[in-house]
């Protein structure tokens, strides 16, 4: 370790997560803050905002060492395909090499015994992290309340119906800007948080009763029709999305529709250094909209309500 400030490192910046926890930390004066990006176009947002960057893509491992040095913590986030395998041994093997301490990563929902595409990568990563000797802390949020409206690109609601393709389970579900609220605190005190595994998620709705809340919220009728994961692989290939992910998610879409979510997992408002209360709760929200809640209601609002 240094005995200056603590240099924190930033994958994914330019995502929705790694963008939040870069958010939620630039105000902090006992961390030196660096944002990972992959060209100096991106860079100049966050050069603009005072946050330092450095020059670093997964695919192009050259980058990977000189991104790294004097980094002491970082957050490692990746994308969902089997690249994250190659790519996140890379990273690992340059950061124990650049004397790294603490590693967050953000991971995926799913059991241990997980054998479904990117929930079981993660878990390969997950026990790599381990295995190199890092400090770690990993975060298994569950799904993102951001996804109610769309996933990868495709409208999940049309005139006033939620077409998804998981039956009717109940998901416990957690706002993504929660999720890079953890990984913030697990950078800034990862002596709380070592060895951890917090699977996030702390409300628990099926799409039948988010269609119900919508329709009390929004005024207006909703309802979900449960579509078969089959028909979500059919779609893809009809719009030739090709690209071998798609069967993948069909077979996530099949495992989610059986998977058990009996209660929200514990985490966020429960662990230590969080202390911000949030009516996060997809059913408390009448009152008070935070977070991608609000932007839910403001999007149905502007975009389903007017047609």
């Given amino acids: 370790m240094h005995d200056t400030k603590p240099t924190v490192l930033i994958t994914g910046a330019t995502g929705q997560i790694g963008g ?44 990977l060492a ?45 059991d241990d015994d997980a054998t479904i595409g990117h929930w079981a990568w993660h878990q390969f990563v997950e026990r790599y992290v381990q295995w190199c000797g890092f400090s770690f802390t990993h975060l298994r949020p569950e ?15 049309r005139n006033g119906v939620i ?5 009717h389970t109940r998901f416990s579900w957690v706002d993504g800007e ?11 005190h990862p002596q709380r948080h070592a060895g951890q595994t917090y699977r996030l998620g702390y409300d628990v709705k099926s799409y039948d009763e988010v269609a119900q809340v919508m329709s009390e919220v929004l005024g207006q009728p909703f309802r979900y029709d449960a579509q078969s994961p089959d028909v979500f692989l059919e779609n893809m290939r009809a719009a030739r999305r090709r690209d071998g992910l798609h069967e993948l998610r069909a077979r ?31 059913g408390g929200f009448r009152a008070q909209a935070p977070g991608c809640i609000r932007l839910l209601i403001e999007y149905m609002s502007e975009s389903f309500c007017k047609r």
């Fill in 20 to 63: 939040d926890t870069l958010r939620f930390l630039q105000g902090d004066d006992t961390i030196e803050l660096v944002a990972a990006v992959r060209s100096p176009a991106k860079a100049q947002p966050f050069e603009a905002r005072g946050i330092r960057t450095v020059i670093m893509d997964f695919d192009h491992e050259h980058t």
């Fill in 66 to 110: 000189p991104a790294l040095q004097g980094v002491d913590r970082v957050l490692l986030v990746t994308g969902y395909s089997v690249d994250m395998l190659r790519q996140s041994k890379a990273f690992l093997d340059r950061a124990r090499h650049a004397g790294v301490q603490h590693v967050v990563h953000l991971g995926a929902c799913g």
């Fill in 143 to 157: 799904c993102f309340m951001q996804n109610l409206l769309s996933y990868d690109g495709t409208q999940a609601v």
């Fill in 163 to 167: 077409e998804q393709y998981t039956g």
């Fill in 178 to 188: 929660d999720v890079a609220r953890v990984a913030a605190q697990a950078l800034l």
């Fill in 252 to 282: 996530q879409l099949h495992a989610h529709g059986r998977r058990h979510h009996p209660r929200g997992r514990p985490g966020v408002r429960q662990l230590p250094g969080h202390h911000r209360p949030r009516a996060g709760a997809l």
